[in-house]
């Protein structure tokens, strides 16, 4: 039988062409049903205040940090959504005097304007984010050389050299988009060999990173989160870490703020993972074969998915 066309954007794939029998079960999620969909690889963790929430997650860059030694460096790839993390990781590392000298910090992703990644002036640069949120809060004794710090540009050979350079990631972080993606592994367009049915998941995880075609819903949340709504001030295109850096990190630690994605997709995600329902059109799905994940959620943003008329 023919998959469904996308109510969203019918010349891609995307989690609206899932059969309606999962896209109910899902919905029905209650959150003491997510919690028990935890299983040997694969946590589901509730925080129930965003303090504790946002603690939690720069710990995780402190953790990987503290594990670096000039014999064994380490780093944390980080996201851009969320972002509350990162001063409070300036913070921390400053309170404890963690030095990080032999510390590693990859970025996931950058925009991508006419085939050249954006330079770090440009208002919505991920660099600068990372850069004005955390990096340049570090007391100047203890940050870590520039030259551990990894940022993906067009050109990629830098960026894919560095994960073969012998550093561990100790844990990749990353938020959830409308679209059901981790950093900008989106669902591909429905053209060519992809037109009937969605990349197999052995091809998908063959990706590397790479130059992506945006789907229209990741440029509409990036202008709905970041630009105010301003959809033209989004690019369509972007360098995103793919699924083959993603299975050398050692765990993938995704964090459900309730500002990302919305009640259903937080559930879906959570199901597929758990019960290894993995199909390319909802790219996070993936992440079921990885050998630890973690999704963590703050209870206040997880609300249903009952109607509700407004």
């Known amino acids: ?59 995780e860059y402190i953790s990987a940090w503290q594990q670096a030694t000039p014999d064994n460096p380490a780093g944390i790839c980080g996201p851009i959504g969320p972002t509350e993390q990162l001063p409070l990781v300036a913070r921390i590392a400053n309170a404890i005097g963690l030095k990080l000298h032999d510390a590693h910090f990859w970025g996931m992703d950058e925009w991508v304007i006419d085939g050249d990644s954006v330079p770090v002036t440009h208002p919505l640069s991920f660099e600068r984010c990372d850069r004005e949120a955390c990096f340049n809060r570090l007391d100047r004794r203890l940050v870590m050389p520039d030259v551990n710090l990894h940022f993906p540009a067009a050109d990629t050979r830098a960026y894919r050299r560095s994960w073969a350079a012998g550093v561990r990631c100790v844990v990749m972080q990353g938020g959830q988009g409308d679209i059901k993606h981790w950093a900008f592994n989106d669902p591909l367009p429905r053209r060519g060999a992809h037109q009937h049915a969605p990349p197999a ?20 949340q990036n202008a709905r989160t970041s630009g105010g709504g301003n959809v033209s001030l989004v690019p369509t295109q972007a360098v995103t870490v793919g699924p083959v850096e993603t299975w050398q990190a050692e765990k993938v630690s995704i964090w459900h703020a309730g500002h990302h994605d919305n009640p259903f997709g937080q559930r879906l995600t959570t199901l597929m993972i758990a019960q290894r329902l993995i199909d390319t059109a909802v790219p996070m799905s993936l992440l079921g074969d990885h050998p630890n994940v973690q999704f963590n959620f703050y209870r206040g943003g997880l609300g249903t998915c009952a109607i509700e008329m407004h």
């Open 201 to 220: 998941p052995a091809d998908y995880r063959q990706l590397t990173t790479r130059v992506v075609d945006l789907h229209p819903v990741t440029v509409a």
């Open 1 to 59: 039988m023919p998959r469904k066309i996308s109510a969203l954007a019918p010349a891609w794939w995307d989690y609206t062409t899932l059969d309606a029998g999962l896209i109910a079960d899902a919905a029905k999620l209650t959150p003491a049903a997510m919690l028990r969909l935890s299983r040997p690889g694969f946590k589901v963790v509730f925080y129930d205040t965003l303090e504790d929430f946002y603690c939690a997650e720069a710990l």
